[in-house]
């Protein structure tokens, strides 16, 4: 069997986008050059790795093992890399980090920007998904870390507070449930909403909870983040669910009223997770380590407050 690192990212990129023409881009090679690849990797294992359809590729159960291996190997080579700096000039780790919506826009830009001028050496791959999807991805070994909120079942993982996050329901002053000083979710879905974009992992969610009791979301309208919603919510188009902390701070420039939702998974709590902490590269531990100090420092100042 012949074949080389770039062999195995290009193979991980395919099967992390469901598309070759995607894992050649992401892996900088021309389609040409990633379909030869592929190709000679299959024929050198004797056994296909990718089943092609018209919409794109699935990995075969060799491919899945494939991936697998991959990832370990991709891993410890960054591992010994990162272990290497000193010598190996240049050189620039990465910590792939998932995380959903919440997480994504209120807390994460300026924590990261933070870290990644403290570490010139470290990159951060983001991405935003669904908590169960980011669950799945670190049991397969496909991210570092996730950041998600404690309403899924992550016991089989290791995890560490990072943010109290419970959702609140905002809504135009003269709306109908304006008088009450809490509500339950699906007292709200009786009413018209504005909701973030289909494809975004609160959205979802959202959606998923509305069909747990029964009904479905009047979605009158999308907007592409929690501002938007707030804007759209503050001119009378509906009622809106977002994070209490982008209710503080979008306050001072939109007027709405918020009340919090007593369902308790709207009372959340976001918590970074891995298989184990332990077993990160540095890179990965330094960042483990400033996110939790941030929440700590955060947990301290509103004790004083």
């Known amino acids: 069997m012949h074949f080389d690192l770039i062999d195995l990212r290009l193979f991980l990129n395919i099967t992390e986008s469901g598309n070759i023409t995607a894992g050649a881009d992401r892996s900088h090679l021309s389609l040409a050059s990633a379909s030869a690849r592929i190709r000679a990797l299959e024929g050198s294992l004797?056994?296909?790795?990718?089943?092609?359809?018209?919409?794109?590729?699935?990995?075969?159960?060799?491919?899945?093992a494939m991936a697998r291996h991959a990832r370990l190997i991709l891993q410890q080579v960054e591992r010994m890399q990162f272990c290497l700096t000193d010598y190996a000039k240049g050189f620039k780790g990465q910590v792939r980090l998932l995380c959903n919506t919440s997480a994504?826009?209120?807390?994460?830009?300026?924590?990261?920007?933070?870290?990644?001028?403290?570490?010139?050496?470290?990159?951060?791959?983001?991405?935003?998904?669904?908590?169960?999807?980011?669950?799945?991805?670190?049991?397969?070994?496909?991210?570092?870390?996730?950041?998600i909120s404690d309403a899924v079942d992550a016991s089989d993982l290791q995890t560490l507070p990072f943010r109290d996050d419970p959702l609140a329901l905002v809504m135009p002053p003269e709306h109908p449930l304006n008088t009450h000083q809490s509500l339950c979710f699906a007292q709200t879905l009786d009413y018209e909403h504005v909701a973030l974009t289909a494809s975004n992992a609160m959205a979802i969610y959202l959606e998923e909870q509305a069909l747990h009791v029964g009904k479905r979301l009047r979605i009158r309208a999308r907007a592409?983040?929690?501002?938007?919603?707030?804007?759209?919510?503050?001119?009378?188009?509906?009622?809106?669910?977002?994070?209490?902390?982008?209710?503080?701070?979008?306050?001072?420039?939109?007027?709405?009223?918020?009340?919090?939702?007593?369902?308790?998974?709207?009372?959340?709590?976001?918590?970074?997770?891995?298989?184990?902490?332990?077993?990160?590269?540095?890179?990965?531990?330094?960042?483990?380590?400033?996110?939790?100090?941030?929440?700590?420092?955060?947990?301290?100042?509103?004790?004083?407050?």
Not at 256 to 270: E, G, H, T
Not at 279 to 286: E, Q, T, V
């Open 104 to 147: 994504l826009t209120e807390y994460l830009p300026e924590l990261l920007a933070d870290f990644l001028i403290k570490h010139p050496s470290i990159d951060v791959d983001l991405e935003e998904h669904p908590s169960l999807r980011i669950l799945h991805a670190v049991r397969q070994g496909a991210a570092d870390i996730g950041i």
């Open 224 to 305: 592409e983040g929690f501002a938007g919603v707030l804007r759209m919510v503050a001119r009378g188009a509906g009622l809106g669910i977002v994070p209490q902390a982008a209710v503080d701070r979008y306050e001072h420039t939109h007027t709405v009223k918020s009340v919090p939702l007593n369902d308790p998974w709207a009372d959340r709590k976001l918590v970074l997770c891995a298989t184990d902490f332990s077993a990160l590269p540095g890179y990965a531990k330094a960042l483990i380590k400033d996110l939790s100090t941030a929440f700590l420092d955060t947990s301290v100042s509103n004790t004083d407050n």
């Open 46 to 64: 004797g056994t296909p790795l990718l089943e092609r359809g018209r919409r794109g590729v699935t990995p075969t159960p060799a491919g899945k």
